[in-house]
């Protein structure tokens, strides 16, 4: 009897281990989506409204772009690697698995690329702003930083790939 009470207080802890996992691993992927869904929402609207050649909308998407970025992408970027550092502890993931090392330095290269995004964010919308509220066109020099980034937001999206080819097929030295 004794026996029976055992294996069923240990199928239980492995239910509350895989349920603590899988929770986990929830809220690493929401991270995950919440980061790519809004970089990508957020690109398409700064492409449109650059497309509409209007002072205006540019200023405001910007400024909305900016707004998203601090609400969103902040709470999302902190958790992300909380989340994926707990998960792999869950699961028993040596830190110095290739798959680990590799997606971590990644991610702190798209962390370095967004924390310059956000910047050049912060200028497209001080530049735009500033021509809405004079009538007047779009200066060069907000040409000048949309190039720059769109080149580094390509840069950002490419290493979001990345790492989610990294977590998903978690490469390891043979």
């Known amino acids: 009897m004794d026996s029976g009470l055992a294996l ?3 199928r239980n802890d492995g239910y509350a281990m ?11 992927m929401i991270a995950m989506a ?9 690109a398409l609207f700064s492409i449109f409204a650059r497309r509409s050649n209007n002072t205006s909308v540019v200023a405001l998407t910007a400024l909305f772009v900016f707004r998203v970025e601090m609400m969103v992408m902040i709470p999302a970027v902190a958790l992300q690697p909380l989340a994926g550092f707990l998960l792999a502890a869950a699961i ?15 991610f702190v290269v798209v962390l370095l690329v967004w924390l ?6 912060y200028r497209i919308r001080a ?11 779009l200066p060069d020099s907000y040409r000048q930083l949309f190039r720059l980034w769109s080149a ?7 290493g979001m790939i990345a790492i989610m080819a990294l977590m998903i097929w978690q490469p390891h030295w043979s």
């Open 127 to 137: 530049v735009s702003q500033e021509a809405a509220l004079a009538s007047a066109p």
């Open 18 to 28: 895989l349920d603590a996992i899988y929770a986990i691993k929830f809220v690493h």
């Open 92 to 106: 028993g993931a040596s830190a110095t698995e290739l798959w680990l090392e590799a997606s971590s330095a990644v």
């Open 152 to 158: 580094l937001t390509a840069l950002g999206f490419a």
């Open 8 to 10: 069923r207080a240990a």
């Open 34 to 42: 919440a980061m790519f869904g809004t970089w990508l929402a957020l």
């Open 116 to 121: 310059f995004i956000v910047f050049v964010e």
